[in-house]
Every structure is written in structure tokens, then in C-alpha cells.
């Protein structure tokens, strides 16, 4: 059984950085694919960013590209999700899961991952 807790969220203000965190526990999950994904107050939760269980590849949507970087640490039970230049729309509730699967991301990051953290809120406000 893997457990993943978020952590790092906060207020910050527009053009501010943050970096998220997302530590297992219960396993080691440098083998997981692991997904940080964005519930927005009103919106759908989607996948941002994503790393995969090698490393090898990485994929971000086209509004978090070039300000989000997805990345694993050297004792691979800790991922990162670090956010530069915030913008409002930014705001929402992170969220990191992870999974043992060879996921591709032909199409994005995947929707459907087998553990997931409880999330961690961000707020990009003035």
C-alpha cells in the first residue's frame, strides 16, 4: 500500500513560486508514474503535469508549460511539482497520485491512477 501526502500549498501573489511536494510512504514509488493534478474552484480537476515511472518523459499542459517542472528526488519517494510565475487561474487544490502502471502520455497525463494523496491548496491572489 503506497500513501501520498501533499504538501507546500499556500497563499501567494500573482508572479510568486511555490513548490509542491508529494512524499510516499508505505513503498518506494520510483518505479510509479506519478501525476500532479489541479481541481479549480468551478472546474474540472486536470492532469498538469506528470513524470514517468522512469523519468524518461515528462508532459505538461499547454497553461502550466514552461512555469511548472515536474521532477523526482535522488531517493525517489518524493516528487515535485515547482510553480513559477502564479497567476490567478492557478488557484485551486493539488493533488499528486501515483502508479505502478508504464503509463504513456500519448494523450496527456493520465486520469485514473491507483493512490492518491488529499490534496494541498494553492491560492494565487493580490
Known amino acids: 500500500q503506497v500513501q501520498l501526502v501533499e504538501s507546500g500549498g499556500g497563499l501567494v501573489q500573482p508572479g510568486g513560486s511555490l513548490r509542491l511536494s508529494c512524499a510516499a510512504s508505505?513503498?518506494?514509488?520510483?518505479?510509479?508514474?506519478t501525476v500532479w493534478f489541479r481541481q479549480a474552484p468551478g472546474k474540472e480537476q486536470e492532469g498538469i503535469a506528470c513524470?514517468?515511472?522512469?523519468?524518461?518523459?515528462?508532459y505538461y499542459e499547454r497553461d502550466v508549460e514552461g512555469r511548472f517542472t515536474i521532477h523526482r528526488d535522488n531517493t525517489k519517494t518524493m516528487v515535485f511539482l515547482q510553480m513559477s510565475d502564479l497567476k490567478p487561474e492557478d488557484t485551486g487544490i493539488y493533488y499528486c497520485?501515483?502508479?505502478?502502471?508504464?503509463?504513456?502520455?500519448?494523450?496527456?497525463?493520465?486520469?485514473?491512477?491507483?493512490?492518491r494523496g488529499q490534496g494541498t491548496p494553492v491560492i494565487v491572489s493580490p
Open positions: 513524470i514517468a515511472d522512469d523519468n524518461s518523459t515528462t
Open positions: 508505505g513503498s518506494i514509488f520510483d518505479y510509479f508514474a
Open positions: 497520485a501515483a502508479d505502478p502502471r508504464p503509463f504513456t502520455f500519448q494523450n496527456g497525463c493520465p486520469r485514473h491512477l491507483r493512490y
